[in-house]
C-alpha cells in the first residue's frame, strides 16, 4: 500500500530539528502532517494543510510517488509589531511511496477546512479473487472453489 519507512526522509527530518534547535526556531517539521487509512479497496490519505489557499496546493504521481506541494503565506500586520512568529510559511513538499498493488491513474482529490483528502483505489490486479482448483484426474471432474469446506469421501 504505502511504504512506511523511507530513510532519507527520517534523516531530513532529524537534520531539520537540529539545525532549528541549534538556530532557536520552530521547526519545519511536521509542516504536513498526514495520516492514511485503508478502507476496503482504497487507501485514503488525509494531509493537513491549514492555511493554505486551495490554488497553491499540487498534486502529482509519478510512477509510484505521489507528491503534495502546498505554499502557505504569512499574515503581515502593517502597523504592529511581530512579538511571536511561529507558524510556519512558505513553500512546503511531501513525497510518498506508494505500493505497485494501486490504482494511481484514478487519483482523486478534494479540500475541506485544511484538509486534503487523497483516495487511491487498489488496483484491480491487486485485490484478492477466489481461484478454482480442479479435482481428480479425469476431465470432467467438478471444481472446487478455493476456500470451500468441501471434503473427499472417505472409503469406510
Known sequence: ????????????????????????????????????????????????????????????????????????????EEDGEVLVNERPTGKFTRQLFLGEGLDTSKVEASYDKGVLRVLIPVAEQAKPRKVQIATGESKGSTPIEAGSRETAPTGS
Request: proline fraction near 7%; glycine fraction near 10%.
Open 1 to 76: 500500500m504505502l511504504m512506511r519507512f523511507d530513510p532519507f526522509r527520517e534523516t531530513d527530518r532529524w537534520a531539520d530539528q537540529a539545525l532549528a534547535a541549534l538556530a532557536g526556531l520552530p521547526g519545519r517539521v511536521g509542516s504536513m502532517p498526514l495520516d492514511a487509512y485503508r478502507h476496503g479497496d482504497e487507501l485514503t490519505i488525509y494531509v493537513d494543510l491549514p492555511g493554505v489557499d486551495p490554488g497553491s496546493i499540487e498534486l502529482t504521481v509519478e510512477k509510484n510517488v505521489l507528491t503534495v506541494a502546498a505554499e502557505r503565506r504569512g499574515l503581515e
